[in-house]
């Protein structure tokens, strides 16, 4: 086999990721806090990401953010708007914040699934009886 013939992932996002301006074709779900649908969610959006070759901006091990790179910019919004389309107009109200990266919108969506899911799990204790 030449080196032609090999398959190899590519080292970055390739060209076909300007291409999706309907995220909900590939995302089926929106993540919503009352449909309890985080871990489907998170699955779904994590493999569309690795198969897009961006899933470093979701896991924070994209380096490129410190040296002011265009691309990566570019990149990183494309993902942040992959989220937001994926999200419920409650969620995507309570983690909006100015100038935040893909990365940091996925652990404000984690830390508010986490402490939603907190309170729960004490409301359930309380009616315990």
């Not at 992932?9 to 390739?14: I, N, T, W």
């Not at 790179?69 to 993902?79: S, Y």
């Not at 989220?83 to 404000?108: F, H, M, N, R, W």
Request: hydrophobic share 35%.
């Amino acid at each position: 086999m030449s080196d032609t013939d090999t398959c190899t992932p590519p080292s970055g996002p390739s060209d076909k990721i300007y291409d999706i301006t309907n995220i909900k074709s590939y995302v089926r779900l929106l993540l919503d806090l009352d449909c309890l649908n985080y871990d489907s969610w998170k699955e779904l959006f994590k493999t569309h990401c690795v198969g897009y070759s961006v899933f470093a901006h979701l896991d924070g091990s994209s380096t490129s953010k410190s040296s002011n790179d265009p691309l990566w910019k570019i990149v990183d919004n494309i993902v942040k708007q992959w989220l937001s389309g994926t999200l419920s107009q409650s969620i995507l109200q309570a983690i909006l914040t100015p100038d935040a990266t893909a990365v940091e919108v996925c652990k404000a969506i984690e830390d508010l699934f986490h402490e939603n899911k907190a309170l729960e799990l004490d409301d359930e204790l309380r009616n315990l009886v």
